[in-house]
């Protein structure tokens, strides 16, 4: 064998090595991944239960409540639809209803939605990015105003 094509030889084994590590880090973090959704988004896609993704919106106000210490269900709004949300554990301090809020969890097959975290605002301005870009896009939220 030459050297040309011992050459070639160990260039396409360390390319065909790289490609398939490549694919198995690829497979393996696709479970991992997590997208944000708005309700206005769920409802038009048809997002399938189990699914597992990040809801963000306004929490829509008169809808929290809280049936002993930890759970807690209430309403999340882009203001084009509504989706509501069941969570057992400890709000963050500064969740209130008409905030801006980030949850993450899976769609139960009631089509409500499952949450193991909230994430709240964290001053009267600021507004998670995905979110404020959803609110823009209907209209809904402004830039520098704090939503009531």
Do not use: C
């Given at each position: 064998?030459?050297?040309?094509?011992?050459r070639?030889l160990?260039i396409?084994?360390?390319?065909?090595?790289?490609?398939?590590s490549?694919?198995?880090?690829?497979f393996?973090?696709?479970?991992?991944?997590?997208?944000f959704?708005?309700?206005?988004?769920?409802?038009?896609e048809?997002?399938r239960?189990?699914t597992r993704?990040r809801l963000?919106?306004?929490?829509?106000d008169?809808?929290v409540?809280?049936?002993?210490?930890t759970h807690?269900?209430?309403?999340?709004?882009?203001?084009?639809?509504?989706?509501s949300?069941?969570?057992?554990?400890?709000?963050?301090?500064?969740f209130?209803?008409?905030?801006?809020?980030i949850a993450e969890g899976v769609?139960?097959?009631d089509?409500?939605f499952?949450?193991?975290?909230?994430?709240?605002?964290?001053?009267?301005?600021?507004m998670?990015?995905?979110?404020?870009?959803?609110?823009k896009k209907?209209?809904?939220?402004?830039?520098g105003?704090a939503?009531q």
């Amino acid at each position: 064998m030459t050297r040309k094509k011992r050459r070639l030889l160990v260039i396409s084994g360390a390319a065909a090595v790289l490609a398939l590590s490549a694919g198995l880090v690829l497979f393996a973090l696709n479970d991992t991944i997590v997208f944000f959704r708005t309700p206005s988004e769920i409802a038009a896609e048809g997002t399938r239960p189990g699914t597992r993704l990040r809801l963000g919106g306004l929490v829509k106000d008169g809808s929290v409540q809280h049936t002993d210490g930890t759970h807690v269900r209430f309403v999340i709004t882009d203001h084009g639809a509504d989706m509501s949300v069941a969570y057992v554990g400890l709000l963050p301090d500064l969740f209130r209803e008409g905030q801006g809020v980030i949850a993450e969890g899976v769609i139960a097959p009631d089509g409500s939605f499952a949450a193991d975290s909230v994430l709240a605002k964290h001053d009267e301005t600021y507004m998670p990015k995905e979110v404020a870009d959803a609110l823009k896009k209907q209209g809904v939220w402004k830039e520098g105003e704090a939503t009531q």
